[in-house]
């Protein structure tokens, strides 16, 4: 049985006692427990996913403006500096130019050069 269970049934059988104002003290303590319970569960959503952005923001390497994530030593990205930074999201930028090694978020529009960081990490495959 739960808490909210617990006082919904005490609230019962202060009902079939017939104390009127202990009976309303009941129904509002069974209302802030149920609120309660529902903040408790809002929290642990938030604790959750901020662990899951603790454990992203480990893994991250920031070079020439844009953010790679290593995996098995391997570097996946780039992610947009922009749109994680200020937004706190992670977008894959897209290649716009093979040439250049250019890559442009479809977000925000931030375009970022590869060369310099692919030249000196060798270990990401294009």
């Known amino acids: 049985m739960s808490i909210l269970d617990d006082t919904k ?9 017939g104390d009127k104002d202990l009976y309303g003290k009941m ?16 929290i642990k959503k938030e604790n959750a996913e901020l662990h899951d952005q603790l454990k992203i923001k480990e893994k991250l390497k920031f070079e020439f403006n844009s953010y790679w994530i290593e995996k098995n ?6 992610f947009c500096s922009k749109c994680y930074d200020v937004n ?19 977000n925000c529009a931030t375009i970022c050069r590869r060369k310099d960081f692919y030249q000196k990490v060798p270990l990401y495959d294009l």
């Open 73 to 78: 030593g391997r570097f996946e990205g780039p």
């Open 9 to 17: 049934n005490v609230a019962h059988l202060v009902q079939e006692a």
């Open 27 to 42: 129904v509002d303590l069974e209302m802030e427990v149920f609120e309660l319970v529902q903040e408790i569960e809002k």
């Open 88 to 106: 706190h999201i992670l977008v894959r930028m897209h290649l716009i130019d093979r040439a250049t090694e250019s890559f442009k978020c479809p």
